[in-house]
């Protein structure tokens, strides 16, 4: 998966202050707004919400994989945000959550697209992995931590 | 999920004390710190004191944390402010605001993001007498509940002695009306619930909830009791807001008449009703009810905004021979005091209500959501989303759904696209092999509400939906 096309150096947030599922969301949305000017902060957050309201996307081991379809202009944009309190995100394992990896996909994404968030959520799944995420203390760190087990 | 609600009366208080059983975050605001005092005594729940629109006070109340703002005060101004102050400060995902004057109501195009931020208007008011129209449309029935906009209801019918069906095992409906689809959903014996299977016997007295396409319904209700004449006369005993509605919605099928206390309320009701009659006096006043020939009246219907003038009226309506009354009772206590005795049907406004805001609280795609049985059973419709993968309910068969106990799937509605581009809807009565489909609508009957949580999760979509 080429995450490092997908994700980038500020897309990224360490140790936010969010208090609430809804705020990380707000943020989240916030953040990727910010690095694509196209997008709008407002519509991505409502679409975020109505996902997060047909079933979280807390995928247990307080790690989160918000996703949707989105006017991307054709691209997958990811973002990453790792939280400084771990919060309810109603994840399956009733574990609070304190990494949130999103991922947009066009609104005509294709199997492609699923194979990734696939990918995506097996990598959050050795836990390694997000732990180092965890660790990092500045967006430099967590870039480089996030998109160093997807480069070849 | 974290939820504000701004009012403390009739129903911020019942609204709390209902979903603070279920594991919310909730916290209430109101001007009045009696009313606040009383709630937090018995319930687990925040409470602010102040003016329920300021920001400072939905800040105190952690409305930058909500998921869900419910707007309840007596003002529908207030009300208004405090959604468009949640959306426009705090971008509160979903916000809901009670509306009592249809002079705002009426106008559907203000309430959106860019003008006025609701998401959902409830006027109880409209709900109840709604839920009163239902009850005189269908004679016989204890309870009619819409689904599908109308296009299926569920009916709660108590069987007697002499219905065709009573005294047979429910798989004799099949044989009985091979034209009619039903499903029988549940059945309470002695006010226990029993879970209906093929060989469950019907006895006299049972109070049988059962499913159909709204056509359906007489010829299901004239199996399990003799059918009551379609209604004719109507008394409406209280001219406020509900009584006026009913009326209006009534009076071009039957013959209304209106008994109201109030001479200027009276004046306004004549003004504006068409061909029903305005009394002007008391309903519990015993030479008017006889003068109007109260023993012809089919229904009396009790709505004024006291319980006692309700039920006092209702007695008096009953015994001078009524042929049936439905009373308005706000006090749960009351209830069980007085339906099945002279009262026919009691109405709790609160429980009518609750369904219409439960539906915006629960997790996945919720229609809507009824209260029943004083809240211990509940009937979900809810539209069940993505495949195979990543769906429990999608692509399978009903008898292969994994739900919990006590909770019957009792219909679906199917939309698909006729072949000049219009909606269709389809109908499907439940059976054991009918499979459902992304995008039905399935409609739930639980028997006990606590475990709604496992119908949120079963229609919950998993992780792999996009």
New interface residues.
């Given amino acids: 998966m080429p995450l490092d096309k997908m994700l980038s150096a500020n897309r990224v947030a360490c140790h936010m202050p969010c208090?609430?599922?809804?705020?990380a969301l707000?943020a989240l949305a916030e953040l990727i707004a910010s690095s694509v000017p196209t997008l709008n902060a407002?519509d991505l957050?409502?679409q975020l919400?109505n996902?997060e309201?047909?079933?979280?996307?807390g995928?247990g081991a307080g790690i989160a994989?918000p996703?949707?379809?989105f006017a991307t202009g054709g691209a997958s944009i990811c973002a990453v945000m790792t939280l400084e309190q771990a919060i309810d995100f109603?994840a399956?394992d009733n574990q609070p959550v304190d990494v949130i990896f999103a991922m947009l996909?066009p609104e005509d994404?294709d199997n492609d697209?699923?194979q990734n968030?696939?990918a995506l959520?097996e990598a959050l799944q050795i836990k390694q992995y997000p732990n180092t995420l965890r660790q990092a203390q500045t967006s430099h760190d967590l870039f480089d931590a996030a998109t160093k087990p997807f480069v070849n | 999920m974290k939820i504000i609600i701004l009012g403390a009366g009739q129903v911020g208080g019942t609204l709390a004390a209902n979903l603070a059983s279920e594991a919310n975050d909730i916290t209430i605001v109101d001007k009045n710190e009696h009313f606040l005092r009383d709630l937090r005594d018995h319930l687990d729940i925040g409470v602010v004191v102040g003016h329920a629109s300021h920001p400072t006070v939905l800040q105190q109340a952690g409305i930058e944390d909500a998921d869900l703002l419910i707007a309840v005060t007596s003002d529908d101004e207030i009300n208004m402010v405090a959604c468009q102050i949640a959306h426009s400060l705090f971008k509160t995902p979903t916000k809901i605001a009670r509306i009592r004057s249809q002079e705002y109501a009426q106008y559907p195009g203000l309430f959106r993001n860019e003008a006025m931020p609701v998401d959902v208007i409830i006027s109880p008011e409209q709900i109840v007498s709604q839920h009163i129209t239902r009850l005189i449309e269908q004679p016989g029935a204890l309870q009619v509940l819409d689904f599908a906009d109308g296009r299926v209801q569920l009916v709660a019918v108590k069987a007697y002695y002499g219905g065709p069906l009573v005294g047979q095992e429910l798989r004799f409906l099949r044989k009985h009306m091979p034209n009619v689809d039903t499903r029988v959903a549940a059945i309470y014996r002695r006010n226990r619930a029993i879970t209906p299977t093929g060989n469950t016997v019907i006895e006299a007295d049972d109070e049988v909830f059962f499913i159909a396409a709204r056509a359906d319904i007489r010829a299901v209700m004239s199996e399990l009791r003799r059918l009551d004449r379609p209604y004719k006369r109507l008394v409406i005993a209280g001219g406020g807001n509900i009584g006026f509605s009913l009326a209006k919605n009534l009076e071009s099928k039957y013959s209304v008449k209106v008994i109201e206390f109030n001479p200027e309320q009276a004046h306004f009701l004549s003004s504006q009703l068409n061909s029903s009659i305005v009394l002007e006096g008391s309903a519990s006043d015993r030479n008017l009810l006889v003068e109007e020939n109260i023993q012809d009246c089919d229904v009396f219907l009790a709505v004024t905004n006291s319980d006692e003038a309700n039920i006092m009226s209702s007695m008096l309506a009953k015994r001078l021979g009524a042929g049936k009354v439905l009373t308005l009772i706000a006090n749960a206590a009351y209830v069980d005091l007085v339906q099945g005795g002279e009262i026919d049907i009691a109405i709790s406004p609160q429980q009518a209500t609750i369904g219409s805001l439960l539906t915006h609280v629960r997790r996945g795609d919720i229609v809507s959501v009824h209260s029943l049985r004083r809240g211990a059973a509940e009937a979900i419709e809810v539209i069940a989303h993505g495949d195979n993968k990543s769906s429990k309910v999608v692509g399978r068969a009903v008898e292969d759904v994994d739900l919990p106990e006590g909770s019957t799937i009792a219909a679906i509605v199917r939309q698909s696209q006729s072949e000049d581009g219009k909606a269709q809807h389809e109908v499907l009565i439940a059976h054991d092999n009918t499979m459902i489909e992304s995008g039905d609508h399935v409609i739930v009957f639980l028997v006990d509400k606590r475990y709604t949580q496992d119908i949120e999760r079963l229609f919950q979509v998993g992780f792999t939906f996009f």
């Fill in positions: 208090t609430s599922k809804k705020r707000e407002e957050f409502s919400i996902r309201r047909l079933g979280s996307t995928i994989i996703h949707c379809r109603e399956v996909v994404a697209h699923l968030l696939a959520a």
